[in-house]
């Protein structure tokens, strides 16, 4: 067997076993605060012996004595969690454990090999890279400084904890806040605005079209396609929970002879105040994800829709990923994002919500993913200024990209 590969199989057995200790036990059963800590701080034992080989001689005695020390201390200190699982982890996930103790003195072994041979040092530096990444995963997705979110020990809050308070606390700050989560939605309503409104003036123009935001907030996409659409054959109206939102909604409207009548409701999207058949397309863009029984809500956006009408749709679909780009980033990194703004067992899956949809008449058109365009000046952004930039942007992408959002539309049938 080549040299190389072998050097490298503990790695990759251990990085195996890692993932399916974190991905799946660790989210199963929820962290204490002590893993929560602890985790962490194992995987920078590791990296603070790989990191001195990389930075040192290996023909120096001195240092192979450290690079050996270092090695028998990490082995030593991730033992430290084992009456944690004793008491909380299952009989197979203590068997996992086993193998991981096992296979940590072997990584070791083999990094002191390839720290030996001048041409293997490359492959040194791409392990210290991946176990580095995994270590600033397991900060941001266990977040060991929340100590509230340690001792609930699970980052899955209940629906109970549900917090969409925010939405009557901002004001003004829906249009103009940058260090709120808030200014991801204004960047989500620019990408969405150009599909909504093309597949809107797909339909037979003919006078009295009437068009429902529901869920619409402070009225982002109400009053973009108001400017939009004609306003010889549109109306739209906005239906949201939140008074104080909708008063916001209100005073960004705009009042022009080519725009688009607007009108604003106080409403429970549960029990719509709306005929039925009364509109031509009704839009739920980061609604469903903060409802308890999205089944209810499509089957009243069923109710009030017209045959052939379009419903249009953005949410997220519920895996690692996307609670990890969703929730665990955005309150890591985006200042004044309240915990439980959104809830990992809310999120839909897209064969979840195309089920839901044919359920209550309403037949899937396609899917598309809704992904960010990360940038370097957008990190910088976010890191140096806790902000997020008025440039920040998504794009519209193939289903097969689905990561978290998605947005689709159904058809009244």
């Not at 082995?75 to 086993?98: I, P, Q, Y």
């Not at 270590?135 to 977040?143: A, D, F, P, T």
């Not at 709306?274 to 509109?279: C, K, L, Q, Y």
């Amino acid at each position: 067997m080549n040299t190389w590969v072998a050097l490298l199989i503990p790695f990759l057995l251990q990085g195996l076993l890692m993932v399916v200790d974190e991905f799946h036990y660790h989210e199963k059963r929820g962290l204490g605060l002590w893993e929560r800590v602890g985790h962490p701080l194992d995987t920078l034992t590791v990296l603070i012996t790989l990191g001195f080989a990389l930075v040192s001689q290996p023909d120096v005695e001195s240092n192979r004595v450290i690079y050996i020390t270092l090695s028998a201390l990490s082995c030593v200190f991730v033992t430290k969690d084992e009456w944690v699982h004793t008491r909380e982890s299952s009989a197979g996930e203590n068997a996992l454990h086993a193998l991981l103790f096992l296979l940590h003195p072997a990584i070791f072994w083999s990094g002191f090999q390839l720290w030996h041979i001048p041409e293997f040092k490359t492959s040194l530096q791409l392990q210290f890279a991946i176990i580095l990444l995994f270590g600033l995963y397991q900060v941001i997705r266990w977040r060991p400084w929340n100590v509230r979110d340690s001792f609930l020990k699970k980052n899955m809050r209940p629906p109970s904890l549900i917090n969409t308070e925010i939405y009557s606390t901002l004001g003004e700050r829906w249009y103009t806040a940058k260090d709120d989560p808030i200014a991801l939605l204004r960047a989500e309503n620019r990408a969405r605005l150009p599909w909504v409104s093309r597949e809107l003036e797909k339909l037979n123009s003919k006078e009295g079209r009437r068009l429902l935001d529901l869920g619409c907030g402070a009225g982002f996409l109400a009053n973009s396609l108001a400017t939009r659409l004609d306003p010889h054959f549109w109306s739209i109206e906005g239906l949201d929970a939140s008074g104080p939102a909708l008063e916001v909604a209100k005073s960004q409207a705009v009042r022009a002879a080519e725009s688009c009548p607007v009108s604003y409701t106080q409403g429970d999207a549960r029990k719509l105040p709306f005929e039925d058949a009364s509109f031509d397309a009704v839009c739920a863009m980061d609604f469903l994800e903060h409802v308890e029984d999205p089944a209810q809500i499509l089957a009243e956006v069923s109710r009030v829709l017209k045959p052939g009408g379009l419903f249009f749709f953005h949410t997220f679909t519920r895996s690692a990923l996307s609670r990890f780009l969703v929730i665990d980033l955005v309150e890591a990194f985006i200042p004044n994002t309240p915990p439980g703004l959104h809830v990992e067992s809310l999120f839909i899956q897209p064969e979840e919500l195309k089920h839901l949809c044919a359920t209550h008449q309403l037949r899937p058109e396609g899917l598309q993913a809704l992904n960010p365009v990360i940038t370097p000046a957008a990190i910088a952004s976010l890191l140096f200024k806790g902000e997020i930039p008025d440039s920040f942007q998504f794009k519209i992408e193939k289903e097969s990209k689905i990561r978290a959002g998605y947005i689709g539309q159904a058809l009244k049938i």
